[in-house]
T-cell receptor
Framework: AQTVTQSQPEMSVQEAETVTLSCTYD???????LFWYKQPPSRQMILVIR??????QNATENRFSVNFQKAAKSFSLKISDSQLGDTAMYFC????????????FGAGTRLTVKP | NAGVTQTPKFQVLKTGQSMTLQCAQD?????MSWYRQDPGMGLRLIHY???????DQGEVPNGYNVSRSTTEDFPLRLLSAAPSQTSVYFC????????????????FGSGTQLSVL
């Protein structure tokens, strides 16, 4: 079974600074997908960024980027120029390639951006 | 854009009661799924469906039933509620298998907070 571990239950960052959220996972698969989802107080889950394991290049979406280390099974999220609206729970998620719908989530990291 | 609509938003049940959590999407998505979110455990997949008439179990299916008679609706039934089923429930949909393309991200509903006393 695949497991996803987020070792930081809570983090905080000053507005405009950079913060990195950690995620590790355990799998014997070679092809898979990794995701970061954001859950603001509204409870809506929002996809932040997606990485395909067979791509060595780290994914980037505006202020959000990942550091994907396949050998180390690590998938950290870097948020640059943090904004107050980035305050949310962040979930790391894993899904096997060619899997119908079994997405495994970590326990989440609560990020607070301070003004 | 309605997206994924879940009802009710809050519900309190007594142990042994039954109820159905409703989920509807208006995006013509083939894939739909139910997750539960518990503190310190992230989201766990309960059941999913890859199209009308097709359902399958996820990671934690016990105590829950689903059916998919139409593309739009995917209700989750609790047959005999237990305190262990106190959780926040999320319904999600996607056009195809999640992850295969950037467009096939999960679209989540706003959740149902369920308390079983």
């Amino acid at each position: 079974a695949q497991t996803v571990t987020q070792s930081q239950p809570e983090m905080s960052v000053q507005e405009a600074e950079t913060v990195t959220l950690s995620c590790t996972y355990d799998t014997s698969e070679n092809n898979y997908y990794l995701f970061w989802y954001k859950q603001p107080p509204s409870r809506q889950m929002i996809l932040v960024i997606r990485q395909e394991a067979y791509k060595q290049q780290n994914a980037t979406e505006n202020r959000f980027s990942v550091n994907f280390q396949k050998a180390a099974k690590s998938f950290s999220l870097k948020i640059s120029d943090s904004q107050l609206g980035d305050t949310a729970m962040y979930f790391c998620a894993f899904m096997k390639h060619l899997n119908n719908n079994d997405m495994r989530f970590g326990a989440g990291t609560r990020l607070t951006v301070k003004p | 854009n309605a997206g994924v609509t879940q009802t009710p938003k809050f519900q309190v049940l007594k142990t042994g009661q039954s109820m159905t959590l409703q989920c509807a999407q208006d995006m013509n998505h083939e894939y739909m799924s139910w997750y539960r979110q518990d503190p310190g455990m992230g989201l766990r997949l309960i059941h999913y469906s890859v199209g009308a008439g097709i359902t399958d179990q996820g990671e934690v299916p016990n105590g829950y039933n689903v059916s998919r008679s139409t593309t739009e609706d995917f209700p989750l039934r609790l047959l005999s509620a237990a305190p262990s089923q106190t959780s926040v429930y999320f319904c999600a949909s996607t056009p195809g298998p999640p992850g295969r393309a950037q467009r096939e991200k999960l679209f989540f509903g706003s959740g149902t907070q369920l308390s079983v006393l």
